[in-house]
Nanobody, 127 residues
Framework: VHLVESGGGSVQSGGSLRLSCAAS????????MGWFRQAPGKEREGVAT???????YYADSVKGRFTISQDNAKNTLYLQMNSLKPEDTAMYYC??????????????????????WGKGTLVTISS
């Protein structure tokens, strides 16, 4: 399984970006795919995940601003990010797992069960 992210960049606060993750070698009927991020000096956190049934899960910090989607015909995962804030600055990673999506006690996505990872794309938001 090979995951390649793109779409990162630098934008001002309030702006938008769309991240893409091209997946290859991944043809499982049941899966979880998602986006995770890691800011400098912080632990990696779940941003948004989507399972093979189309159910989506979001971190509270991005609800209402970010939208995860997938194009199965193109084997591509997307993350539309609107109303970006400086605190969204991080390296964003695409990940895939062979099981359903796991969430923590708050309903936010976690990386348990994510078996494959991309190398990341950098998002920088200036105030």
């Amino acid at each position: 399984v090979h995951l390649v992210e793109s779409g990162g960049g630098s934008v001002q606060s309030g702006g938008s970006l769309r991240l893409s993750c091209a997946a290859s070698g991944y043809t499982y009927s049941s899966y979880c795919m998602g986006w995770f991020r890691q800011a400098p000096g912080k632990e990696r956190e779940g941003v948004a995940t989507i399972d093979s049934d189309g159910s989506t899960y979001y971190a509270d910090s991005v609800k209402g601003r970010f939208t995860i989607s997938q194009d199965n015909a193109k084997n591509t995962l997307y993350l539309q990010m609107n109303s970006l804030k400086p605190e969204d600055t991080a390296m964003y990673y695409c990940a895939a797992g062979l099981r359903f999506c796991y969430v923590n006690e708050y309903g936010s996505p976690i990386d348990y069960g994510m078996d494959y990872w991309g190398k990341g794309t950098l998002v920088t938001i200036s105030s």
